[in-house]
Structure formats: structure tokens, C-alpha cells
């Protein structure tokens, strides 16, 4: 790695080939829900029986338009400074019934998408969910049902039939812990279910889920790499006190290395399964199950990274007889002096990427991985607009600068991380915070046809890219 620094400029120079680009999803920037055969998501379906659910009721039907608008975004990656994209395919779009016929449709749109990034030299990464289950396969019982598990593999062994021949790194899930926490123990996602031990059956499903659809890629024998997308957030103790570290590994363990460990050694943690098993809130593994886990490790890791987890020791016992939470086993510790992002609430701590990179390293056998999101949401970013007509998003530049170098000392320390995907490229749909925060290096205006319009961080974004690098000072 090329690492030259003089005395007032440090320079933070990454490896060569070293991916710059953005994450992003289908049904947050499509839109055309019900257009050319699509069939409606849980979101589509959440939405029409609870639109106040939503910030300012925006649901998901239109959300960026990329669907109709992909071309002029694509030239806008390439003015970004794009080298590869992350989306996701909608399993509703291209199978709309779940199993059985193929959306022709689909299938002309997702070639060309994939066809317009390679002929502008930006690799496609694709991603086959992104808690977007069809609303026919909730209706079935979603992550609950055996039956949807391999309709998904069904689904994802189309997927790499169909776009294998070009897309070369593909993802099962993006974040597939967000859906157990939000729609089976928070209430805060559609079926707004409150249940651990239904919780731990969808975590174990959608883990199996992953191995075989992992399996099926192998047995195709597609050429390129496939893995998972990880939301990892660090538990770090309030004090070095024993019961505050262990209150730390707890909230690890359920929160991080339910999924990581499994996705990459092929096994559950054996300390959790014992939490589960004392509480009797173990899912029913069946035969097949655990080597189908073990056999089927992923090639590379995305890590989405936005914020770390503070805990402390349990401060008051929890009434007899309430359901299981985590929460029952450690406080959420709020550290007086932190920084945090006011909009999404979310603390900002830059050098947890750090960790999270040594980690891997030490941990993980170093095994291949990128940063696949970390981003910042902002609301009310019009008041940055400049004479020129332009967001100037100074707040944004700084905060992926912060990271990256983290990233960069994380690199020359020997971890194994290959690019770096903000999120997003374009201001986008956000679940139930819909068009609250936004997150693009490229504006959306909802009220003037969609018109796009970069930000400054997107032209920062492309001498990032073009240098390979940044200077500071
Ligand atoms: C990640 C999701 C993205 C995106 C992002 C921003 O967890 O993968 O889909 O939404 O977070 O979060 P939010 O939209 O909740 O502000």
C-alpha cells in the first residue's frame, strides 16, 4: 500500500482496486410498485392498512424512481465516482407470486440495470433481500414457514441463473437480524410481532435460508464470490467491571454473533445457545440444519456500520413472568459526552470501524470483507442549499473522512477489507422514517419530478475515488 504522509499534510492513500461506490436497495429506490407485473411486499401491504405509520404518510409506492430513471442515475455514479453499486433485486418483482412463473419484466429490467453499471465500468453488487418479504409468502408465515425457506432458495438459485453470467459478488441478506429485532421483539416493523422464541425460529430459518442459498450458488458453480451483509455494532461495556463485560458479551452475542458466527464458522456461539436453552427459547433446528450451516461458509462479508452498542450490568431485576427481552439481561448505557447524529439518533464513533476491522482480523481468520454502509441522515438539508443550487453537505465530507481514516489505519494493520460503500447514493425511501432523513451524495426532489441534483459530497465522492484517497489539511 502506498502510504506517503508529510509533516503538515497527511495523505490516507488505499490499495489499489480498492471499491468506492454506495449501497442502496430495491424497494428503497425503485418506486413502480404495482407497474409490469410487481406484486406488493409486506411494506406495500404495511402501508395501505397503516400509512400513519410513516413519516409524513410517504409510503414505498414510487419512493426514487430509479425504476423508470436508472440510466440518468447510473451517469450520476459515474459523476459520483462510482467503481461498483450495491441493490438489491425484489423477490415480488421478479417472481411476484412468490414461487413458480418469472416476471419477464423483471427480468428485462434487472439486465439492464446490471448491463448500463458494466458499460460504465461500475460492477453491479447484488443483494437478494432487504427485509422485503412478499406479502403471498407472509401470508404463508414469512421467516416462520419451512415452506418460504425454500421458496427463497428457489428464488435466489434464479437470481444466479439469470444475472450470474455479470454479477460477481452476490449477497443473500442485508441485515437479516433487523427484521427478528423489528418485527418480532420491538414492534417497530409489519407483522409488529413481540415474541423471542418466534424471534430465534426467524433467525434460524433465514440463517438456513442463507446456507442454502450459499449452496445452491456452489452447486451452479457461478463464477463469483457470495456472502451476507452484517449490521455489526460493537458492544462495548461501560467499565471494566465484570459485570458490565459480561453484560457486553451478552449483548454481543444476541446482536452480532448470532448471525456472524454461523455465516462464517459454521456454528452457533455455544455460550448463546446456552442463554436460549435456559430460558427454553431454543427454535426447533431440524435434521439437515446445522451442517448445512457448517458446510457453507460465505467468500466475503459486507459490514454495515453506523453506530456501537453501550451497555452496562441489569441495574433492577425484571418482574416475574414478563416475556423475554434481551433488555433482561443488560441496560443500555448511554456514555455521558458522546457524540451523536440528532436526526437518527444514532451515536457517531468513529474508530469502532476500527475495531470491528481487528476483529475480523484476529477473530474471523481475516477473511475478506467491506464496509457495505455507513452513512449519515440528515433532515432538512435544504437549508444547506447554495447560491449555486446545490446541498453543501460539509457535515457528510466530514463525517465519511472521520471513518475512512479509521478504515485506512485498520488496513495498513493487515485487515483484509476491500471497498467502502456509503450509504446511499441517492436520497431514499427509509422504512417508516420514509423521506425524513436523507442520506444521498445526490438529491431527490420529490416535488419537482424526481430531479436529481449532487451534492457536494458526490463531487468530493469522486476525487475520493479518482485519488484513491484524500489529503487533509
Ligand atoms: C440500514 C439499512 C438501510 C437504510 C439505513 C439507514 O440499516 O440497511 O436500508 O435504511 O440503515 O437507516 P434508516 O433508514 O433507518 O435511517
Redesign the pocket.
Known amino acids: 500500500m502506498d502510504n506517503k504522509t508529510n509533516r503538515t499534510s497527511p495523505e490516507y492513500r488505499f490499495p489499489q482496486g480498492f471499491w468506492w461506490g454506495s449501497a442502496a436497495?430495491g424497494p428503497?429506490t425503485e418506486g413502480a410498485a404495482d407497474q409490469d407485473g410487481r406484486k406488493p411486499s409486506i411494506w406495500d401491504y404495511w402501508y395501505s392498512i397503516e400509512p400513519n405509520c410513516f413519516h409524513n404518510d410517504v409510503g414505498p409506492e414510487n419512493t426514487s424512481n430509479f425504476y423508470h430513471m436508472f440510466k440518468e442515475d447510473i451517469q450520476l455514479m459515474k459523476e459520483t465516482g462510482h467503481t461498483s453499486f450495491r441493490t438489491s433485486i425484489q423477490w415480488s418483482r421478479l417472481i411476484p407470486d412468490g414461487v413458480g412463473d418469472v416476471n419477464e419484466k423483471a427480468v428485462t429490467f434487472y439486465n439492464q440495470v446490471i448491463d448500463e453499471l458494466l458499460a460504465n465500468d461500475i460492477e453491479p453488487f447484488m443483494n437478494l433481500y432487504?427485509f422485503d418479504m412478499p406479502m403471498c409468502m407472509q401470508e404463508k408465515g414469512g421467516w416462520e414457514s419451512r415452506e418460504v425457506i425454500e421458496a427463497y432458495v428457489n428464488y435466489a438459485a434464479t437470481c444466479f441463473r439469470l444475472f450470474g453470467d455479470r454479477v460477481k459478488h452476490w449477497f443473500t441478506f442485508?441485515?437479516p437480524i433487523?427484521p427478528v429485532e423489528a418485527s418480532y421483539l420491538y414492534d417497530l416493523h409489519y407483522p409488529n410481532v413481540v415474541d423471542f422464541k418466534r424471534g430465534a425460529t426467524v433467525a434460524h430459518h433465514t440463517i438456513v435460508a442463507h446456507a442454502k442459498a450459499v449452496e445452491a450458488f456452489k452447486k451452479l458453480n457461478v463464477d463469483g464470490k457470495i456472502g451476507i451483509i452484517l449490521?455489526l455494532t460493537p458492544s462495548y461495556p461501560r467499565s471494566q467491571d465484570a459485570a458490565d463485560v459480561k453484560a457486553a458479551h451478552i449483548a454481543d452475542l444476541i446482536f452480532n454473533r448470532s448471525f456472524l458466527d454461523p455465516v462464517t464458522k459454521g456454528e452457533y456461539p455455544k455460550d448463546l445457545i446456552e442463554i436460549l436453552k435456559d430460558r427454553e427459547l431454543l427454535p426447533i433446528v431440524e435434521p439437515g440444519d446445522l451442517a448445512v450451516i457448517r458446510d457453507n461458509p460465505i467468500d466475503i462479508l459486507g459490514v454495515?456500520y453506523?453506530q456501537p452498542r453501550r451497555v452496562k450490568a441489569k441495574e433492577q431485576s425484571v418482574p416475574a413472568g414478563n416475556p423475554f427481552m434481551p433488555e433482561h439481561l443488560f441496560d443500555p448505557y448511554i456514555m455521558p459526552g458522546r457524540k451523536i447524529n440528532p436526526h437518527?439518533g444514532w451515536e457517531i464513533c468513529e474508530e469502532v470501524i476500527y475495531d470491528i476491522m481487528m476483529d475480523i482480523r484476529d477473530n474471523y481468520g481475516n477473511l475478506p470483507f467491506f464496509i457495505s454502509?455507513n452513512g449519515m441522515?440528515v433532515e432538512g438539508e435544504e437549508k444547506f442549499r447554495n447560491e449555486a443550487g446545490f446541498i453543501e453537505d460539509d457535515y457528510r465530507i466530514e463525517f465519511i473522512q472521520e471513518h475512512l481514516k479509521w478504515v485506512h489505519k485498520g488496513l495498513q494493520e493487515g485487515a483484509n477489507c476491500l471497498g467502502y460503500h456509503l450509504?446511499t447514493f441517492i436520497d431514499n425511501w427509509?422504512?417508516t422514517?420514509a423521506y425524513k432523513?436523507r442520506?444521498g451524495l445526490v438529491e431527490v426532489d420529490l416535488q419537482n419530478n424526481y430531479k436529481r441534483t449532487i451534492k457536494k459530497s458526490g463531487r468530493w465522492y469522486k476525487t475520493l475515488a479518482e485519488n484513491n484517497g484524500f489529503t487533509v489539511g
Open positions: 436497495s428503497q432487504h442485508n441485515e433487523v449490521n454495515n453506523y437518527r454502509e441522515g450509504w427509509s422504512w422514517n432523513n442520506y
